[in-house]
């Protein structure tokens, strides 16, 4: 079991900055962020591969936001600039076993606790 414990979310005005961290209690092959806004289903963010050298992103934070991850401290990273306050979320790390990026909810066994950003207009 791996237990996922997101930190760095909180109230930024549009055009802000956030960068969300994830740490995890040992090493996942894929990690990913995914986002639920009220009154909406989880949406995939951002995933990317063990190695950091491949990463996928949803269209709508394309360009703005950064998934990277240390594997030597065991911790997920989201970058987010440039923020809207359509990205109004809880944000949620999570890991699989897999070796590749995939944006489906099913390929991910663990799951964080979620943080939650606010955007102001």
């Known amino acids: 079991q791996v237990q996922l414990v997101e930190s760095g979310g909180g109230l930024v005005q549009a055009g802000g900055s956030l960068r969300l961290s994830c740490a995890a209690s040992?090493?996942?092959?894929?990690m990913g962020w995914f986002r639920q806004a009220p009154g909406k289903e989880r949406e995939f963010i951002a995933a990317?591969?063990?190695?950091?050298?491949?990463?996928v992103y949803a269209d709508s934070v394309k360009g703005r936001f950064t998934i990277s991850r240390d594997n030597a401290k065991n911790t997920l990273y989201l970058q987010m600039n440039s923020l809207k306050p359509e990205d109004t979320a809880v944000y949620y790390c999570a890991g699989g076993d897999n070796l590749y990026v995939s944006r489906r909810e099913s390929d991910y066994y663990y799951w964080g606790q979620g943080t939650q950003v606010t955007v102001s207009s």
């Open positions: 040992r090493r996942t092959f894929s």
């Open positions: 990317i591969t063990w190695s950091g050298s491949n990463t």
